[in-house]
């Protein structure tokens, strides 16, 4: 009688390959389904549990770290967030205030400088000095104020700016639905409406912009030209109040031509 004998041979080892979706060391650690997912990876989840909600998440569940990592384009592919970059359009949105608010950010601070020489050579309060070296103090003060809160909205709106890329980085990380995941990922393209330029603030807040920007916006662009004005109302009334009178005379029209490119600017602000 044939024995057949039966040899049992231990199943070849399997190498498991860890996709370097994320920028991480070389530590790791096994999910529960079984792949090895970068370490960096978990202890970055924690850190988006705020934004779950944005992609139906429950309020005390954290995103899925396997969508970090693999899936997530339209066909399944890999996607490569560690090399995110904005799209163009928004790149150009970003720059161009980034210009606009550094350079504002630079007048008012000159301004300021300015100003506060000036209010050290302004006499010393008096009682019954005259109304109008009264009004020149009023408008000198503020104008220093307003020209130094246009300088600290431009400051924060700047920094705001700045942390654009890495917001718009995490919603495509972990919210599929987001804009820019969509975008990133091939799925979807910018709508058309948010490439006009009375949009912009809604395609900034899109891709991540996190600071009240209406309101900033409103506040930086009033501040700076009403400051401004306050300034040059103050050097007019300093010019009437200690120089000659002939010499006030001839700079009263310079003061007002000074004042033009601000009633330009508003004129126009209010056709478009």
Same mark, same amino acid.
């Not at 399997?14 to 529960?32: G, H, K, Q, R, Y």
């Not at 949105?93 to 000036?118: F, H, M, Q, R, Y």
């Given at each position: $009688?044939?024995?057949?004998?039966?040899?049992?041979?231990?199943?070849?080892?399997?190498?498991?390959?860890?996709?370097?979706?994320?920028?991480?060391?070389?530590?790791?650690?096994?999910?529960?389904?079984?792949?090895?997912?970068?370490?960096?990876?978990? %202890?970055?989840?924690?850190?988006?549990?705020?934004?779950?909600?944005?992609?139906?998440?429950?309020?005390?569940?954290?995103?899925?770290?396997?969508?970090?990592?693999?899936?997530?384009?339209?066909?399944?592919?890999?996607?490569?967030?560690?090399?995110?970059?904005?799209?163009?359009?928004?790149?150009?949105? %970003? %720059?161009?205030?980034?210009?606009?608010?550094?350079?504002?950010?630079?007048?008012?601070?000159?301004?300021?400088?300015?100003?506060?020489?000036?209010?050290?050579?302004?006499?010393?309060?008096?009682?019954?000095?005259? %109304?109008?070296?009264?009004?020149?103090?009023?408008?000198?003060?503020?104008?220093?104020?307003?020209?130094?809160?246009?300088?600290?909205?431009?400051?924060?709106?700047?920094?705001?700016?700045?942390?654009?890329?890495?917001?718009?980085?995490? $919603?495509? $990380?972990?919210?599929?639905?987001?804009?820019?995941?969509?975008?990133?990922?091939?799925?979807?393209?910018?709508?058309?409406?948010?490439?006009?330029?009375?949009?912009?603030?809604?395609?900034?807040?899109?891709?991540?912009?996190?600071?009240?920007?209406?309101? $900033?916006?409103?506040?930086?662009?009033?501040?700076?030209?009403?400051?401004?004005?306050?300034?040059?109302?103050?050097?007019?009334?300093?010019?009437?109040?200690?120089?000659?009178?002939?010499?006030?005379?001839?700079?009263?029209?310079?003061?007002?031509?000074?004042?033009?490119?601000?009633?330009?600017?508003?004129?126009?602000?209010?056709?478009?």
């Amino acid at each position: $009688m044939s024995t057949e004998t039966k040899q049992t041979t231990s199943p070849p080892p399997v190498t498991i390959e860890i996709e370097e979706a994320l920028t991480a060391p070389a530590v790791s650690t096994a999910s529960s389904s079984g792949n090895l997912v970068p370490l960096a990876a978990r %202890k970055l989840a924690p850190r988006f549990r705020k934004d779950t909600t944005r992609s139906g998440l429950g309020i005390n569940e954290e995103p899925s770290i396997g969508s970090f990592l693999q899936g997530g384009g339209p066909d399944g592919q890999e996607i490569d967030f560690a090399n995110y970059s904005l799209p163009p359009v928004v790149q150009n949105a %970003k %720059k161009g205030w980034e210009s606009s608010l550094n350079a504002v950010a630079i007048v008012t601070t000159l301004i300021v400088g300015a100003e506060c020489e000036l209010i050290g050579n302004l006499p010393a309060y008096d009682p019954n000095e005259p %109304k109008s070296v009264l009004a020149a103090r009023l408008f000198c003060y503020v104008g220093v104020f307003l020209n130094l809160g246009g300088t600290l909205a431009s400051v924060m709106m700047i920094d705001a700016l700045s942390d654009l890329t890495t917001r718009a980085r995490e $919603m495509c $990380m972990t919210d599929s639905n987001s804009l820019p995941h969509r975008v990133y990922t091939g799925q979807a393209a910018i709508p058309s409406r948010l490439l006009f330029s009375i949009n912009e603030r809604e395609l900034l807040y899109s891709f991540g912009l996190e600071i009240p920007w209406g309101f $900033m916006n409103f506040y930086w662009a009033w501040s700076f030209p009403v400051g401004s004005v306050c300034i040059i109302i103050h050097l007019l009334i300093y010019c009437w109040a200690f120089d000659s009178k002939v010499l006030s005379g001839v700079l009263t029209p310079v003061a007002a031509f000074a004042v033009l490119p601000l009633v330009a600017g508003f004129i126009q602000t209010r056709r478009g």
